[in-house]
């Protein structure tokens, strides 16, 4: 992918990039948020009655200067609820999800998250939550397609996170590819596939780099979940998550909507995102 600088005013020295592939064809944007006092990261929640707000909403709300959807959630409920992990502000709305069923099999989970530290600093892992305690581990429950694995907790430490978010699968692991979609058992659902993207990292200096990819257009095809991670990979991200996709998937800087998402300018309600407010 060709990256090219379209933005570079946003503030705190934060950079918007857009990449396009002809070939492919594949149009992407990533958003890279410096490591220094001024950029906070927070995960923004609706407040809304039904529980959902555009991405552009949940912005506004808290004055984020960047924003992007965040964690899966439920379709067809009043309010919604979060599939997995949501803690925002020090507060467990959501804990995660012990274990889901596919083909008749239960599986225990520890599904990829992100997480935010009391002094600003990030950490993505596998984790799950147990008597409203986070805990993560360093490599993800070994399930594969019809053989459910035992979830260990020996193996586990206790997250002291102040905000986190499930989604998944996890991208990358320590600078290196790791695409977790068997364990996180996300095999033979949509995110298992070509789909619009959204995704969020961090380079080993703590840079924040936020990218969606649009699909299910003639421009741009969207992504299979090993190209998101290539695409991560070349902005450094020593780990990355992949985020909820699809119609879902929006990018917010300035109060505008950057990509169109499945073709459309318009944005889908969601429960969850991740912004970055300005603190300057």
Known sequence: ???KIIKNNIGNDILLYEGYNRN????AWSVIIPNNKNNKITILVSSDEDGLDTPEKLASHEKAIVAINGGYFTKGQFPVHHVGLLKSNDTLIEPASSSVIRENIRYKINRGAFGIFDDGSVDIGWSTTRNDSIFVWDTPI??????PAYLNYEKARFWNVKEAIHAGPILIIEGKINVTTEEEVFFNTPVDGVQPRSAIGYKKNGDIVIMVIDGRQVDSRGAYLKELAMLMLQFKCYEALNLD??????????GDLINKPIGLNTQREVMSGIGIISLK
């Open 245 to 254: 996709g699809g119609g879902s998937s929006a990018l917010i800087v300035e």
């Open 24 to 27: 492919v064809p594949l149009r």
């Open 142 to 147: 070994e399930n594969r397609p019809g053989k």
């Open 1 to 3: 992918m060709d990256w």
